[in-house]
């Protein structure tokens, strides 16, 4: 009897030894992962802190936009892969065809791959070598959004509400840069209108007939302080800049016939020294309309009526449908928003010039100038 019960409490004490020896080792195993995680931890804390961009998304078009590219490959391939834009809506944001933005993404990864483009954000003096690139991308997201060139929608606030994330993230990350406040400036500027651009029903309400109570004040505050801050910093205004004191003018104004059009017009001429295109030449064309009169606008639209890279681009018939309506010539303003129509992508932008299209018919008089006198420009 003594015999078994000895035994027993020996079982017992070695059950009891393993018990605590496995114990002993699990907690040693818990303690080594709790090291690990600690380490891991304070690794991901340093390298956020060595990381300039601290956004995946902004770090992502800082790589993207590699100088091994050119700039327009650079653009396109950052707003194809990264800005989530189609290809056929980066190609009407470049006035060109999808055949040849389709090319240049393609040689584009070709030529990254080819150059083994390190996966890592640049930093110092590269970082800002690369802003030009990177501030356009955010700019084009944010016109996408704010006028869609394509579907059902006028607009796509998603995409704005992304292209301003990343401009307030790039403005704390290179504070001196003036044209970076200018781009933040110009989106703050321009989002503050979202909500007087469309209808209940969503459709188009043009810059003339906007209810300048809808603007959201906070974002038109944000705005004018980015623009302070550009004029602060640079001793001329760049071509985000100048776009944003154009915002500003219209932001300022608490009605229409408040606007500052004759130094709209003047600020337009800058950006045209500063940023040649056929589009800056068809907004100053309205901006002189309405400071200068609908004849004056109208003689610089007819300039570019040849310009091969407005052949398809609607809003021109349409400015010069305006122009010819306010000055009473109903028939010819009639045709220029019908093939405007025809040319419109957008379903929203369709409808409302086949609209201005039956108004023409339906009457010979023109519109007031104090409505649908300008396009979706300023």
């Not at 993230?169 to 001196?176: F, Q, T």
């Not at 623009?227 to 003018?249: F, K, N, V």
């Not at 104004?253 to 337009?268: K, Q």
Request: include cysteine; charged fraction near 30%.
């Amino acid at each position: 009897m003594g015999a078994r019960l000895m035994a027993a409490a020996k079982h017992r004490a070695i059950d009891h030894l393993r018990r605590s020896t496995r114990f002993a080792q699990r907690h040693e195993e818990l303690g080594r992962a709790l090291v690990r995680e600690l380490e891991e931890a304070g690794r991901a804390t340093d390298d956020a802190a060595a990381d300039p961009v601290g956004d995946d998304l902004l770090r992502l078009i800082f790589i993207a936009c590699h100088p091994v590219l050119g700039k327009d490959a650079r653009v396109a391939m950052t707003l194809r892969l990264l800005g989530g834009l189609t290809t056929e809506e980066i190609a009407r944001a470049f006035l060109v065809s999808k055949a040849t933005i389709a090319q240049r993404i393609v040689r584009a990864k070709r030529t990254l791959a080819g150059a083994r483009v390190p996966f890592e954000v640049p930093d110092g003096a590269e970082l800002v070598a690369r802003l030009e690139a990177v501030l356009e991308v955010i700019y084009l997201v944010f016109n996408e959004g704010y006028s869609a060139s394509a579907g059902d929608n006028w607009m796509r606030p998603e995409l704005c509400a992304d292209a301003l994330r990343l401009g307030r993230i790039l403005a704390e990350l290179v504070p001196r840069e003036p044209e970076v406040h200018g781009l933040a400036a110009l989106m703050e500027l321009q989002a503050s209108r979202l909500r007087a651009r469309a209808g209940p029903s969503g459709a188009p309400v043009l810059l003339l007939d906007q209810d300048r109570s809808r603007l959201d004040r906070v974002l038109v505050r944000r705005g004018l302080e980015a623009l302070a801050r550009a004029e602060r910093l640079g001793q001329t205004l760049g071509p985000y800049a100048l776009q944003a004191a154009i915002a500003a003018c219209h932001a300022r104004a608490n009605t229409a016939e408040e606007t500052d059009w004759p130094r709209i017009a003047a600020l337009y001429d800058a950006l045209a020294e500063r940023m040649p295109s056929p589009i800056v030449e068809r907004n100053r064309a309205v901006a002189v309309s309405m400071a200068f009169g609908a004849a004056a606008g109208l003689e610089c639209v007819d300039q570019l009526v040849d310009e091969p890279l407005l052949k398809t681009y609607h809003l021109l018939p349409s400015v010069r449908g305006g122009l010819l309506q306010r000055l009473g010539r109903v028939a010819e303003a009639r045709v220029e928003f019908e093939r405007a129509a025809g040319m419109a992508q957008n379903l929203r932008d369709h409808e409302l010039l086949r609209e201005r299209a039956a108004a023409c018919r339906e009457s010979a008089a023109p519109f007031s100038t104090s409505r649908r006198a300008t396009e979706r420009s300023c």
